[in-house]
């Protein structure tokens, strides 16, 4: 069955610390890959979007995600996270024209 | 440009009433979603449009969820008897058509079924 999933629930970094988010999927064929993050009592804010091409991409406020075809992933980056980063972070497929799916979401703790 | 726009923001109801939400998506996007976004889950799709026109309505519970898209600018859903398991937010987003085209969102609306 087609599924997103996004193995941690929660994770606290330091300010300044390194982040990595894991997104892993499981479709037939190369879906098109997205990250969103979603700030309390807002909609989410797409931060960034692989279609094809090169493997790492980069997005706003300072995150970039890589594809790796061979493990199935899509895994969110960024060098130093800012307090500001908190946030609940979605990785989403959409494999046709149709039905983007969700993972279950992270929840990001900085802590000072 | 301006971004999707729901409301109301926030709505209590009891159980067995009725509720309706309103959605503007950003002009000249055909692409229309409602998604349920249940506390602590990613949002799962209820309904798409495109146009007018609905596309997947396969995850909407009929018996008691409805939605539209007349003129196929706003839409609304309508739920009717609300249950407890309804308590969500429900955003609606709008795309340009196309596979890699990315939803935009619109704040939500929570509602709460008590």
């Known amino acids: 069955a087609q599924s997103v999933t996004q193995p941690d629930i929660h994770i606290t970094v330091s300010e300044g610390a390194s982040l990595e988010l894991r997104c892993n999927y499981s479709y037939g064929a190369t879906p098109y890959l997205f990250w969103y993050v979603q700030s309390p009592g807002q909609g989410l804010q797409l931060l960034l979007k692989?279609?094809?091409?090169?493997?790492l991409v980069q997005g706003i406020k300072g995150f970039e995600a890589e594809f790796k075809r061979s493990q199935s992933s899509f895994n969110l980056r960024k060098p130093s996270v800012h307090w500001s980063d908190a946030a609940e972070y979605f990785c989403?497929?959409?494999?046709?024209?149709?039905?983007?799916?969700f993972g279950a979401g992270t929840r990001l703790t900085v802590k000072p | 440009e301006a971004g999707v726009a729901q409301s109301p923001r926030y709505k209590i109801i009891e159980k067995r009433q009725s509720v309706a939400f309103w959605c503007n998506p950003i002009?000249?996007?055909?692409?229309l979603y409602w998604y349920q976004q249940i506390l602590g889950q990613g949002p799962k799709l209820l309904i798409q449009f495109q146009n007018n026109g609905v596309v997947d309505d396969s995850q909407l519970p009929k018996d008691r969820f409805s939605a539209e898209r007349l003129k196929g600018v706003d839409s609304t859903l309508k739920i009717q008897p609300a249950k407890l398991e309804d308590s969500a937010v429900y955003l609606c987003?709008?795309?340009?058509?196309?596979?890699?085209?990315?939803?935009?969102f619109g704040n939500g609306t929570r509602l709460t079924v008590t």
């Open positions: 987003a709008s795309s340009l058509s196309g596979q890699n085209s990315p939803l935009h």
């Open positions: 002009s000249g996007h055909a692409t």
């Open positions: 692989y279609f094809s091409g090169d493997t």
């Open positions: 989403a497929v959409k494999e046709t024209s149709n039905d983007m799916r």
